[in-house]
């Protein structure tokens, strides 16, 4: 992981001077405000980065963390790995925030991006293509002639820059790289390879920019070398790293698929066709693997969409159809080997069909263990099956922050400000907030910095806590819940994020809401996430409504956004898989589960979804959270301690009264709300 020890350049005292008044940052930021959390977090990571030690940063919105970790990571002589999110933040940093560091910088640094092999063109799939389209023309329309253009003009090859391919275009998956379908070094072209220029450029930097998912792809890789992909580095930096545990999970099991059965039969008929097309045994052999494929994930198969795999699902029969899918594999594998003709392209799909079976035998027989837990998903694409760990602590600790390095982790939500004690509810995250995250991610020492909002909540904010619902167990939450939310929706004439906690709720609140509300409604999954966002900033007056992935990572800024409505306390449902395992695990060691894991996480997630309210000192708003059991129930008082210290009423006069006495630009210029039908 870490090369050998590098001298450090930069120091606390100098990045210090760069955030002051005058200084280096306000010759880069326009307009420009000196923002004290700002250089006390630029400080505290050059310190990490020099002491080589562990701290965590929890940084409100509006703190400015972006520059505070670049600055002093770009000054540190080291090689360090900044690790994002989300793909938007990454192309954030290396397309705008880091060329206009390089070029004002007084220490010169090199920096490179880094993504996972599916966002880039593949030369030697997509000339198979061109050359024998797997799809006819018919069925990929009008994608073709922008992919055909932009291929040639391309330096990078990203998929980020093919913004006329439609998204979801089954097109890029044919001609790009998804999972173990490389084949490396033996690719014909290997030389001029995305991937290969890619790497060769990281392996030059001093700052590579990732996302989570390529992080710990590559993590869990690390004990075989043949499947590293970032080169060695000096220190981590990981921003919204309250997504860790997660993103770090996916990546610690096992995982097979019908769909990943269905992909290396479809390369495998590719190839075929190219290196031996006479060759009808391979083909013939592909058909009997999906009939054996279709058999055994058939015993799998359950109408939810996640769900729990209990022992009952590894019955007799379906443990022989599995064993039924490997002999078809392995026979698939040995006629490949066996072949005269020999190509690259064979030979590794023969390494694929191994490494295949070698998870599909450790599905089989892996026996249902405390430190794992199984279960399915049923998706579009087909049916997943995973054996996840329950608890990455013990595996993250080993393989990162006991291997010497400073990492840094920073997001706007790190402390839960809550501890296992009934009777412990910290007024804000003081030091002892973050043991809930340190536990979950197997840290041990280090530096811990809660930064206070530069925001003023009193002034800019008013919380409202309606008293007169029902509770979000009743069948009547609802269709109460729609009313409400028109209610408020006429007070602040449109400019809300709806937040729910499900799909269902989205659902229903939409269809009683859609004909009696005079704003354009701009429902999740109508279209892609981006396109819904840039609709939101363009109609002033319009609302959105979104789930899971909404409640982070959004920034409105300005009266667009002047009210944000949560349906309910996101805590999350005790019927997933993950969720129920960790239940059980921790009532088994003796702990309350409730108060060690459900309460802390569901705190978090509150206070990300608030998050999108306030995003600079200009902006006013209404946070409206519509559970009662808020102010009904005990641990209400641990949420109402995470959030801002916004003025707080049950009172609806009030609500109005905030939204009128700064009533929205256009009505005060006299013109009418765009948006409004």
């Not at 072949?339 to 690259?344: A, C, G, R």
């Not at 069909?353 to 399915?376: G, Y």
Request: proline fraction near 5%; include cysteine; charge should be neutral.
């Amino acid at each position: 992981m870490a090369r050998n020890k590098v001298k450090d350049t930069g120091s606390s005292n100098d990045c210090q001077k760069l955030f002051l008044p005058g200084g280096l940052l306000s010759t880069l930021v326009h307009p420009y405000e000196y923002r004290e959390a700002q250089m006390q977090m630029a400080s505290a990571v050059a310190e990490a980065l020099e002491r080589r030690t562990t701290l965590l940063v929890e940084a409100p919105t509006g703190t400015g963390k972006t520059w505070a970790y670049l600055i002093p990571a770009a000054l540190s002589g080291k090689r360090v790995v900044i690790s994002t999110g989300t793909k938007t933040l990454q192309d954030q940093l290396y397309q705008k925030d880091l060329p206009l560091l390089a070029q004002s910088l007084p220490r010169r640094f090199t920096y490179s991006m880094m993504k996972g092999k599916a966002n880039y063109l593949c030369l030697h799939r997509f000339g198979q293509f061109l050359e024998q389209p797997t799809f006819p023309k018919l069925e990929i329309g009008s994608d073709f002639e922008p992919l055909h253009r932009w291929s040639m003009e391309t330096a990078t090859g990203d998929r980020a820059e093919l913004t006329a391919l439609a998204e979801g275009s089954p097109l890029w998956s044919e001609v790009s790289v998804k999972g173990d379908a490389c084949l490396g070094s033996g690719c014909p072209t290997y030389d001029r390879c995305y991937i290969t220029r890619m790497k060769q450029a990281a392996a030059a930097s001093d700052l590579i920019i990732v996302n989570h998912h390529l992080f710990f792809a590559d993590l869990a890789l690390k004990d075989f070398s043949f499947g590293e992909v970032l080169p060695q580095y000096d220190a981590v930096i990981f921003d919204e790293a309250h997504l860790l545990e997660e993103i770090a999970t996916q990546y610690f099991g096992v995982s097979v698929s019908s769909y990943r059965v269905d992909d290396l039969l479809r390369d495998t008929e590719r190839e075929v066709r190219f290196s031996q097309p006479q060759e009808k045994g391979y083909l013939d052999q592909c058909a009997r693997i999906v009939a054996k494929s279709n058999h055994f994930f058939h015993h799998f198969r359950r109408a939810d969409e996640r769900y729990r795999l209990t022992r009952s699902f590894f019955s007799r029969e379906a443990v022989t159809a599995g064993h039924d899918l490997l002999q078809s594999l392995d026979l698939l594998r040995r006629q490949i080997l066996a072949s005269q003709v020999k190509s690259t392209g064979l030979s590794h799909l023969a390494e694929r069909i191994e490494s295949l079976s070698a998870d599909l035998h450790l599905f089989l027989a892996a026996d249902q263990s405390a430190s794992f837990v199984f279960w399915a998903e049923s998706r579009k694409q087909g049916i997943f099956l995973h054996a996840s760990p329950l608890d990455v602590s013990a595996l993250l600790g080993e393989k990162l922050f006991q291997q010497e390095i400073p990492i840094i982790l920073t997001s706007a939500t790190l402390a839960s400000g809550l501890s296992e004690r009934k009777d412990d509810v910290r007024e804000d995250p003081a030091p002892g907030g973050f043991d809930f995250m340190k536990e979950r991610l197997g840290i041990g020492a280090a530096e811990e910095v809660a930064l206070a909002s530069p925001f003023d909540y009193e002034k800019q904010t008013l919380l409202y806590l309606p008293r007169h619902l029902p509770n979000p167990l009743s069948g009547t939450f609802v269709p109460a819940i729609s009313e409400e939310i028109i209610r408020i929706l006429a007070a602040s004439q449109g400019r809300a994020f709806l937040l729910f906690t499900s799909w269902k709720n989205l659902q229903e609140v939409y269809r009683l809401i859609a004909h009696r509300v005079p704003y354009l409604l701009l429902k999740q999954g109508d279209q892609p996430k981006h396109a819904l966002i840039e609709s939101f900033r363009r109609e002033v007056s319009s609302v959105l409504l979104g789930t899971t992935s909404f409640w982070q990572g959004i920034d409105v800024q300005g009266e667009a956004l002047s009210c944000v409505v949560i349906d309910k306390l996101p805590f999350a449902s005790p019927s997933d898989p993950l969720i129920s395992a960790r239940i059980e695990s921790l009532s088994h060691q003796g702990r309350d589960p409730f108060r060690t894991f459900q309460l802390p996480s569901a705190v978090l997630t509150l206070r990300q979804g608030i998050g999108r309210l306030i995003r600079n000192r200009d902006d006013r708003g209404l946070l409206a959270i519509l559970d009662t059991r808020l102010t009904q129930k005990e641990y209400g008082k641990s949420f109402l301690a995470g959030l801002p210290p916004s003025p707080r009423t049950d009172r609806f006069e009030e609500v109005q009264h905030f939204f009128s006495t700064h009533p929205p630009a256009h009505e005060a210029s006299g013109m009418p709300p765009r948006g409004q039908t």
